[in-house]
């Protein structure tokens, strides 16, 4: 039963992260904000990405940086979370 949900926790994982990969994708491309699409996809993606991006104001590189890193350092937050939970999965 944990393995089940151990698997449905990684799929929704992954889910979240491919809505991610989509919308930081389309901010380059649709720069309209009242897109209802895009509104949407902000309501998903910006709520875990803004705490991120606080933290990285806190530094002086990250405040005038062109390019914004949040996005990544949550990928990279996510696939931690999903090796643990294969790990995880491999013991029960």
């Known amino acids: 039963m944990l393995s089940i949900l151990i698997e449905l926790l990684k799929w929704l994982i992954s889910i979240y992260a491919t809505f991610m990969l989509v919308y930081c994708l389309l901010t380059w491309f649709i720069r309209d904000r009242s897109n209802s699409f895009m509104r949407v996809l902000a309501g998903i993606a910006e709520p875990p990405l803004l705490p991120i991006r606080n933290f990285l104001n806190r530094f002086y590189y990250f405040q005038n940086s062109p390019v914004d ?19 995880l999965s491999r013991y029960f």
């Open 69 to 87: 890193f949040s996005p990544l350092i949550l990928f990279f937050f996510l696939r931690i979370i999903i090796s643990l939970l294969t790990w």
